[in-house]
């Protein structure tokens, strides 16, 4: 297995450099060949390449998800990875990436907002411990509909590359790239979507990860 680390901030901020240490680690230990691709606003790697080494370091000014589409756009002729994770610096794993819950046919990640039957632990990326802790946003239902997914943190396959899932096509246009329009996007596109649990800390507000439907 060989993994796409795609970091991807408006900066590469000093603060995080604990997060990339821990982030790292984890994939050491799990003997996990992984590469690295930093995407800022400004050319400011030199604060996490004492830890890693960048593969590729790409400057774009744009919102977060166009820069997710055109760097995936420019290079997915050339990738040869199994797994790609999506991931701010501002994001501290507290547990390792379950890449054996993982679906190769969707996009992976935490939700925003839930309704349905599903029950998990960390599947929430609000109602965690810290000031997102009351915000709801999660409702049993039978059928699962009306679901957004986390913008922090997702991972995908391989396989969601050739579906065309990041193609830069009609992106740029869009005002606002929250959650909210991410997962229009993908909806739009047919990409399926997996809420999974990742426990995480969001260290710039000291955000945790909440629980779904417990």
Not at 124 to 138: A, P, R
Request: charged share 20%.
């Amino acid at each position: 297995m060989k993994v796409l680390v795609i970091l991807c901030a408006h900066e590469m901020n000093i603060d995080c450099v604990n997060n990339i240490v821990i982030l790292n680690n984890y994939f050491r230990e799990q003997n996990i060949e992984v590469d690295y691709c930093g995407i800022s606003n400004q050319y400011d790697f030199h604060h996490y390449e004492h830890i890693i080494r960048f593969t590729y370091k790409i400057i774009n000014p744009n919102l977060q998800l166009s820069k997710i589409c055109d760097f995936i756009t420019q290079y997915k002729s050339t990738f040869n990875y199994t797994w790609y994770i999506k991931i701010r610096p501002d994001i501290k794993l507290l547990e390792p990436i379950p890449f054996d819950i993982l679906s190769e046919t969707a996009i992976n990640a935490r939700a925003r907002v839930y309704h349905g039957p599903k029950k998990i632990k960390y599947g929430m990326s609000v109602n965690g411990e810290g000031c997102y802790k009351n915000i709801g946003d999660c409702y049993f239902d039978n059928i699962e509909h009306d679901v957004i997914l986390d913008d922090q943190l997702f991972i995908f396959h391989q396989n969601i590359i050739h579906k065309n899932a990041f193609d830069n096509k009609n992106i740029n246009p869009y005002p606002k790239q929250d959650e909210y329009k991410q997962t229009e996007i993908w909806t739009n596109r047919n990409i399926p979507l997996n809420v999974v649990g990742i426990y995480v800390e969001f260290t710039k507000y000291n955000v945790f990860s909440g629980n779904l439907n417990f």
